[in-house]
Nanobody, 124 residues
């Protein structure tokens, strides 16, 4: 069973930055497509951004495009989410996820493994 552990969340003022990390306990990390999702209170979990296994393709939601960047370090089995120009509406629990097979996409059902999440709170 693959385990994912997110870290790096916290409280930040609007306009600030945070970098989230997600460490995966699998030797096959470099072969997986990875994604970040978030869930705010009372809302459904939504796609934030993702990165294909070969680093050739990225995908972002319109709400974070130009502000957030997904990257990975395969040698460290780690996925990152750099978040700049944060807004109060970015406040949510952020999850990383693995998609074992298939193309990079935004549908929750396409992802096979999930972390427990890390909380990001942006104050105005």
């Amino acid at each position: 069973q693959v385990q994912l552990v997110e870290s790096g969340g916290g409280l930040v003022q609007a306009g600030g930055s945070l970098r989230l990390s997600c460490v995966a306990s699998t030797r096959a990390f470099s072969t997986y497509t990875m994604g970040w999702f978030r869930q705010a209170p009372g809302k459904e979990r939504e796609f934030v951004g993702g990165l294909r296994w070969n680093n050739a393709t990225t995908l972002y939601s319109d709400s974070v495009k130009g502000r957030f960047t997904v990257s990975r370090d395969n040698a460290k089995n780690t996925l990152y989410l750099q978040m700049n120009s944060l807004k109060p509406e970015d406040t949510a629990l952020y999850y990383c996820a693995i998609r074992k097979l298939g193309l990079l996409g935004s549908r929750r059902s396409n992802y096979d493994y999930w972390g427990q999440g890390t909380q990001v709170t942006v104050s105005s």
